[in-house]
Nanobody
Framework: QVQLVESGGGLVQPGGSLRLSCVAS????????MRWYRQTPGKERELVAH????????GYADSVKGRFTVSRDNAKNTVYLHMNSLKPEDTAVYYC???????WGQGTQVTVSS
């Protein structure tokens, strides 16, 4: 059974940091690229970051460049999203995704507020 389980969300003040984790199981994680998306009510899901299977190619949405870093540990079947200098507009539910097979996690809420 395929599972993607996100964790690490929460409430943080503007300018703060969080690290999201997504643990994968049920498929050969190291063979596949992974993505992080986010979504706020009434809006479409937005691609935030992308990382290839070995981590050799990485991409970011313009809105998070220079603040967010995506990484992965294939030995732990885990992809991370390090978020720094958080802004209120980063508030969203964050999802990890395997784009080729179409797997999604359940999401983790990030709220940036003073």
């Amino acid at each position: 059974q395929v599972q993607l389980v996100e964790s690490g969300g929460g409430l943080v003040q503007p300018g703060g940091s969080l690290r999201l984790s997504c643990v994968a199981s049920g498929f050969t994680f190291s063979r596949y690229a992974m993505r992080w998306y986010r979504q706020t009510p009434g809006k479409e899901r937005e691609l935030v970051a992308h990382i290839t299977s070995a981590g050799g190619s990485i991409g970011y949405a313009d809105s998070v460049k220079g603040r967010f870093t995506v990484s992965r540990d294939n030995a732990k079947n885990t992809v991370y999203l390090h978020m720094n200098s958080l802004k209120p507009e980063d508030t969203a539910v964050y999802y990890c995704n395997e784009p080729f097979l179409g797997y999604w996690g359940q999401g983790t809420q990030v709220t940036v507020s003073s």
